[in-house]
């Protein structure tokens, strides 16, 4: 895939209509509520928030480009494609979080407490 056809497709994405725009903020703002009271690191929620409102308009994009309609009112397919979009995203970062995790975890070194040495 060139630059030409990446820009094309994040310019497509970022050309969605105000009426998405405004459905993928609200659905972003109560999943930032949701991850705030649930997860045990706030600031967690600050990180998957934009990937949550871009996830969002991706779903909107690719269920259009797929040619896959849920309800002929668009604002109902709107608020389906956004939240298939979300939820997928939510796997994707729940993933990189886990991978971030297995990275950097650093393990304690195999010692020798002085407490358990036999005289």
């Known amino acids: 895939m060139s630059h030409e056809a990446i820009f094309k497709v994040l310019s497509d994405i970022a050309a969605a209509d105000s009426m998405s725009y405004w459905i993928v903020a609200g659905l972003t ?7 705030r009271a649930m997860l045990p690191m706030k600031g967690l929620s600050w990180v998957f928030a934009p990937a ?3 996830g969002g308009l991706v779903g909107i994009y ?3 480009e797929l040619g896959f ?3 002929s009112e668009k604002s109902a397919h709107t608020v ?3 939240v ?7 796997f994707v970062m729940l993933f990189l979080t886990r991978l971030v995790e ?5 393990r304690k ?5 002085p407490g358990r040495v036999r005289a």
């Open 29 to 35: 703002a109560l999943v930032f509520a949701v991850m």
């Open 52 to 54: 949550m409102f871009w």
């Open 62 to 64: 690719t269920l259009r």
């Open 69 to 71: 309609v849920v309800s």
């Open 80 to 82: 389906a494609a956004s």
């Open 84 to 90: 298939a979009g979300m939820v997928v995203m939510l």
């Open 102 to 106: 297995a990275v950097t975890r650093i």
């Open 109 to 113: 070194p195999l010692t020798n407490d």
